[in-house]
């Protein structure tokens, strides 16, 4: 196989970042553009197609995206939909005129409807009624991905659409009430300890069920499908590994080393009750995770502490 050319949009997220470090490693890669807001106004075409003639690139990938966890995604609804929306459209607008480039587009698993069975097929997609709290953000999603497909019917770009379950990792987003459930629980646990609190409140009943990747799994992942041909747009990317929120909970305590109780606050949502991701596809094309929780954890952990969050 030919060395590639390589384009990261959303280099300096959670994704991006990851992947930026992990594809300068490797041995498919001939050239890197980690383009990030200061090289590339992803609002503007004219941009991404400067940037698209400046690098001719053989492959996109796609990691920009506004993000949050529950409460981000339930307080600004609006915002959440508007902005991923332009950022796609305006992408795949610029990339339909460049059909020889291969793109990579990173979703997310809450694309599927709230009542997908368990664990969910890529066949679930628009077979239901999406989780009410982050609808907006899904919307996008699910819009990429059929914005995609008809690129590809209509201009003949190949594309590739990952959906990648619940990440957590370096560089993610640390705060009290705009993050996902591990480095929301990771900052505010950090707090209690040092407040030296005597207990720690996890939001909603820590009943449902969740399923957690190291985001290097996913870049690795990436790596894994550059230059291969596979015969699907829509793939999967899991552990195949859950969890209650308590008990991650706990892991997260035994992390930090916090001498509290841990109890549940009932006022803040659950989400759904449930969700895990079939990764049969992606599995049987010869890629698995290997970064177990505990592991990813304690290096995540020690990133968040060496980075003063």
Same mark, same amino acid.
């Given at each position: ?11 300096? $997220? ?23 807001? +200061? ?37 600004? %609804?609006? +915002?959440? *939909? ?20 291969? &793109?990579?587009? *990173?979703?997310? =698993?809450? &694309?599927? !409807?709230?009542?997908?069975?368990? !664990? ?7 077979? $239901? ?18 914005? @995609? ?14 959906? !990648? ?19 929301? *629980? ?8 040092? +407040? ?8 909603? =009943?820590?009943?449902?069920? %969740? ?26 990317? @899991?552990? @195949? ?20 109780? &841990?109890?549940?606050?009932? =006022?803040? !949502?659950? $989400?759904?009750? %449930?969700?895990?991701? +079939?990764?049969? *596809? ?28």
């Amino acid at each position: 196989m030919n060395k590639l050319k390589v384009i990261i949009f959303g280099s300096n $997220g959670l994704v991006g970042s990851s992947l930026t470090r992990i594809l300068k490693e490797s041995d498919k890669i001939e050239y890197l553009f980690p383009s990030t807001r +200061d090289d590339t106004d992803l609002e503007s075409p004219d941009s991404i197609k400067k940037t698209i003639n400046e690098n001719s690139p053989d492959y996109v990938i796609n990691c920009a995206a506004k993000v949050g966890g529950i409460h981000a995604n339930n307080t600004y %609804r609006t +915002d959440f *939909l508007i902005d991923n929306l332009k950022i796609n459209l305006n992408l795949f607008e610029v990339l339909k005129g460049f059909k020889n480039v291969n &793109i990579i587009n *990173l979703g997310s =698993s809450c &694309i599927y !409807p709230l009542n997908a069975k368990d !664990p969910i097929s890529e066949s679930s997609l628009m077979e $239901g009624k999406l989780e009410p709290t982050n609808s907006p953000y899904a919307i996008a999603k699910i819009a990429s991905i059929e914005l @995609g497909r008809e690129i590809a019917n209509e201009f003949g770009n190949n594309v590739l659409n990952l959906m !990648p379950t619940n990440l957590y990792g370096p560089n993610d987003n640390f705060s009290e009430m705009n993050s996902h459930v591990i480095p929301g *629980l990771i900052y505010r646990m950090h707090k209690a300890s040092v +407040d030296e609190d005597k207990e720690f409140k996890i939001w909603g =009943s820590g009943k449902p069920l %969740r399923e957690f990747m190291h985001v290097d799994d996913l870049s690795y992942c990436i790596e894994f499908l550059l230059g291969k041909e596979v015969e699907t747009d829509l793939i999967n990317v @899991g552990t @195949g590994e859950e969890i209650s929120i308590l008990n991650l909970a706990k892991l997260i305590k035994d992390t930090i080393g916090f001498k509290g109780d &841990i109890t549940t606050n009932m =006022s803040m !949502p659950d $989400g759904n009750p %449930r969700k895990l991701l +079939d990764s049969t *596809l992606i599995n049987n094309l010869g890629w698995k995770s290997s970064i177990d929780l505990k592991t990813g954890m304690e290096q995540t952990y020690k990133w968040f502490k060496e980075n003063n969050l």
